[in-house]
Nanobody, 115 residues
Framework: QVQLVESGGGLVQAGGSLRLSCAAS????????MGWYRQAPGKQRELVAV???????NYADSVKGRFTISGDFAKNTVYLQMNSLKPDDTAVYYC?????????WGQGTQVTVSS
């Protein structure tokens, strides 16, 4: 059974940085792509960033230039470096791994940015 374990969330002041990690275990196969979503209170879940096995990345416009996604596909691990954080970045962040066409989700980690 594939399980995703996230870490790295927390409370930070505006302008600060956090680094999220997400490792998948229980799969013999590597991820096709890995990504991060977030959901703020009262809002829909939105894509933050995604990285594909070929190295291509996509970002939401709201985080371009501030967030960087990276991944180790051999270890099925994805990272999200978040810099210049803003209060609007406050949300629960979820990682996803697409393995053989199926999207697995992490349990979510809270990121809170104070002004």
């Amino acid at each position: 059974q594939v399980q995703l374990v996230e870490s790295g969330g927390g409370l930070v002041q505006a302008g600060g940085s956090l680094r999220l990690s997400c490792a998948a275990s229980g799969s013999r196969f590597s991820s096709n792509d890995m990504g991060w979503y977030r959901q703020a209170p009262g809002k829909q879940r939105e894509l933050v960033a995604v990285i594909f096995s070929g190295g291509k990345t996509n970002y939401a416009d709201s985080v371009k230039g501030r967030f960087t996604i990276s991944g180790d596909f051999a270890k099925n691990t994805v990272y999200l470096q978040m810099n210049s954080l803003k209060p609007d970045d406050t949300a629960v962040y979820y990682c996803t791994h697409n393995i053989l066409g199926y999207n697995y989700w992490g349990q979510g980690t809270q990121v809170t940015v104070s002004s």
